[in-house]
């Protein structure tokens, strides 16, 4: 708590700190966003998903989901950890709702690694065509 107050000066970040020392201050936390960010593009341009500049992921935008969501994973309902190293289960990650699109602010969820690779498992593999 002390360390997340001393390190702001916005009052309006501190409320997701309540109770919970998370020994990772905002530049640590923003570079974190920015490395996932950095990954997801790379990806995205791998499978050629297209989208306009101006509506992809920021790290503004996932640092103000943070703070929207409490850190509750959507998917389960559990909170997720900022202290869970790189790429672990409980990491975070930035999850695309539609598989058939890049990383825009649209189309993302932030939620547990895990869950978000668990949710791609049970999600039938429609590849090729359009279903329904
Ligand atoms: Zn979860």
Redesign the pocket.
């Known amino acids: 708590m002390y360390v997340a107050l001393s390190r702001t000066n916005d009052i309006k970040q501190l409320y997701i700190y309540n109770g919970t020392d998370l020994r990772i201050n905002e530049k640590q936390l923003k570079q974190r966003i920015k490395l996932k960010i950095i990954s997801h593009k790379r990806a995205d341009a791998d499978k050629s998903r297209y989208y306009k500049p101006e509506d992809y992921i920021d790290v503004q935008w996932v640092r103000d989901n943070l703070d929207y969501t409490s850190l509750v994973?959507?998917?389960?309902?559990?909170d997720?950890s900022l202290l869970s190293r790189e790429n672990t289960r409980?990491d975070f990650s930035i999850d695309r709702v539609d598989e058939r699109y890049a990383h825009i602010k649209s189309n993302c969820v932030v939620?547990?690694r895990?869950?978000?690779n668990e949710r791609k498992k049970l999600r039938p593999i429609s590849k090729g065509k359009d279903e329904e």
């Open positions: 994973c959507p998917h389960c309902n559990e997720y409980l939620g547990h895990h869950c978000n």
